[in-house]
């Protein structure tokens, strides 16, 4: 089922599997806070592994690890081979799909606090109607 509690046709189940997986491994790189640190960097325009490693107080091949899995995400890519320079770049693609997966969570709970909000009022003005009625009997 959906958010809304509508039944999801068969064939569209494989498809949010494949979704699913791409954005567990989405989230599992952004749970590393030197990982979100290198998207970071890289949001500004694409840089080797030594230029990647140089804020970071560990080593080059523990920077390369955590390249690998944000490579595995789909959320870098590498540059080819030229003088072993290999650049990363950024893929926005895996980052859209996330930030659409929350839009979702976050129309519901703005929904629900719009909802709230009313019921509040109302209630609001059903005391102030109670209080003027009272008052209206002395």
């Given at each position: 089922m959906d958010l809304t509690g509508h039944a999801i046709p068969i064939h569209n189940r494989i498809?949010?599997?494949?979704?699913?997986?791409?954005?567990?491994a989405t989230f599992a790189a952004l749970?590393?806070?030197?990982?979100?640190?290198?998207?970071?960097?890289?949001?500004?325009?694409?840089?080797?592994?030594?230029?990647l490693a140089k804020?970071?107080?560990m080593s080059?091949?523990?920077?390369?690890?955590?390249?690998?899995?944000?490579?595995r995400a789909?959320?870098?890519?590498?540059?080819?081979?030229?003088?072993?320079?290999?650049?990363c770049r950024i893929v926005a693609?895996?980052?859209?799909?996330?930030?659409?997966?929350l839009d979702d969570y976050r129309?519901?709970?703005e929904q629900s606090f719009e909802r709230l909000d009313a019921l509040l009022d109302e209630m609001k003005?059903?005391?102030?109607?109670?209080?003027?009625?009272g008052g209206d009997r002395k």
């Open positions: 498809v949010m599997i494949h979704e699913a997986e791409r954005l567990d749970a590393d806070p030197t990982r979100r640190a290198i998207l970071a960097r890289l949001a500004g325009g694409d840089a080797t592994v030594m230029e804020p970071f107080a080059q091949p523990a920077i390369s690890k955590h390249i690998k899995v944000l490579e789909g959320l870098v890519t590498r540059g080819p081979d030229e003088t072993h320079r290999r650049p693609r895996p980052l859209a799909e996330a930030t659409a997966w129309r519901f709970w003005l059903d005391k102030a109607r109670a209080k003027r009625k």
